[in-house]
């Protein structure tokens, strides 16, 4: 079973990475039948993105065990903001054609995010970093990576669309790290808030996650 890792944070929060070995057949007999994941799943039709989907799920049931609770499916909103059915438990998921990431929270909203480093974040940088990130980044891939990533934490986490990263997702200069702890604030339309984000790098792996 190729459960990478799972972290209990505190009584309230838990984190988990599944690194994804399996095909989407092999994941399905895994995860127990419910008619949330069955409606989603017959929508996805690649089956590498159906594999990273059903890996989502399969992690989600297996960190619940972790709370002693069933695992009844994920649902989406109309913002594509997943919850968990059948419970009042925050959720975030992020997965990769190798990683499946969650975190889940019993009362605060959560976010989590894993990417893979790449060169193509020097060509895109100007797109998601405001002014005086992109100075702080220049060329540097990792430092670009944790932006990019910390930033969809934050888009998570705020779980509403028409939230531009670049002008709304500010992040706050940091040192580079194979872990560390960043800060970082969403403001829009009067509302804003400060948020602390978690960031670790292995291999060529990041993974950001957000729980205050």
Same mark, same amino acid.
């Given at each position: ?10 009584? =309230?929060?838990?984190? #988990? ?26 929508? &996805? ?10 890996? &989502?799920? &399969? ?42 990431? &969650? ?9 989590? =995010? ?23 980044? #220049? =060329? ?18 705020? #779980? ?53």
């Amino acid at each position: 079973m190729p459960l990478s890792q799972l972290t209990v944070i505190n009584e =309230d929060c838990i984190w #988990g990475l599944w690194e994804i070995t399996e095909s989407a057949e092999a994941l399905t007999t895994q995860l127990p039948p419910n008619i949330h994941d069955i409606h989603y799943l017959a929508s &996805v039709t690649h089956e590498g993105k159906k594999a990273e989907s059903l890996a &989502v799920r &399969v992690l989600a049931m297996h960190m619940l065990q972790e709370w002693h609770c069933a695992y009844w499916g994920i649902i989406k909103d109309e913002h594509d903001k997943p919850y968990l059915a059948e419970l009042p438990i925050h959720i975030s998921i992020s997965h990769t054609s190798h990683y499946a990431a &969650v975190i889940m929270h019993k009362h605060q909203e959560v976010g989590i =995010d894993i990417e893979f480093i790449k060169g193509k974040l020097l060509r895109v940088a100007h797109k998601f970093l405001n002014e005086q990130e992109y100075q702080d980044a #220049g =060329d540097d891939l990792q430092k670009l990576g944790i932006y990019w990533s910390a930033k969809e934490v934050l888009y998570k986490k705020y #779980g509403r669309r028409q939230l531009s990263l670049k002008e709304e997702i500010s992040i706050s200069p940091f040192k580079v790290s194979t872990f560390g702890t960043i800060r970082g604030t969403v403001e829009k339309n009067g509302y804003s808030i400060q948020n602390e984000i978690i960031y670790m790098i292995i291999d060529n792996l990041i993974i950001s996650f957000s729980f205050e």
